[in-house]
């Protein structure tokens, strides 16, 4: 069996994906939960072979997840399943170690045979999102993308330097080269851009 742990904070997808999965004979859901630190939690103790993690959740996200999965030599694998169609998202995913990456308006089957390439060592991604996610490289580091990412909460300068325990000075030049990496005017323009990109 291949053991499969369900990450979605919408209460009625995680449902039915779980539904859906254990019509699978050769499946086993063994943990369905509502936020990437509880994934996380869980992951580490129930050691599922599969986490399939939606991007945006509560405490952490699903690129996250994958991150610090891959960080504590974890060896289940994480499929990003996502209503971002969006190449910079993609490219971040397998940035983070993640071995599929998949639409929630696929094909319900697709999730199967992707849960069972990826626990025979495979991958599983769209080929057309993978091919475009290589013609536009994402320019930001990561610590821009904090910041930039912060900025576009609302966060000050001040509020920045503070979670990011850096200077305000830093910060500034962090935001500062986003702005014109991105060939906009304003921190509002790069965050709007870079969350279209999917670099946010």
Not at 11 to 29: H, K, P, T
Not at 38 to 46: I, M, N, S
Not at 62 to 87: H, M, N, W, Y
Not at 97 to 122: C, E, Q, T, W
């Amino acid at each position: 069996m291949i053991r499969v742990l369900i990450a979605e904070d919408q209460a009625m997808v995680r449902g039915a994906l779980s539904a859906l999965l254990g019509i699978e004979r050769d499946i086993e859901v063994v943990a369905q939960v509502a936020d990437g630190r509880a994934a996380l939690d869980e992951t580490l103790a129930k050691q599922p072979d599969v986490v399939v993690t939606d991007i945006e959740m509560p405490l952490m996200t699903g690129l996250d997840l994958a991150a610090e999965l891959q960080r504590r030599k974890s060896p289940a694998r994480v499929i990003i399943l996502t209503t971002f169609a969006r190449p910079g998202f993609l490219r971040r995913a397998l940035d983070a170690h993640a071995a599929g990456y998949l639409l929630k308006d696929a094909p319900a089957s697709r999730l199967a045979d992707a849960i069972r390439r990826v626990h025979a060592g495979g991958r599983a991604v769209d080929p057309e999102l993978a091919a475009e996610a290589w013609t536009e490289p994402d320019p930001l580091t990561d610590r821009e993308r904090q910041a930039l990412r912060l900025a576009d909460e609302g966060a000050s300068t001040q509020s920045i330097a503070e979670l990011l325990n850096l200077s305000e000075g830093t910060v500034r030049n962090y935001l500062s080269e986003a702005i014109s990496k991105l060939g906009v005017s304003n921190r509002v323009e790069a965050a709007r851009l870079a969350r279209t990109k999917g670099w946010l």
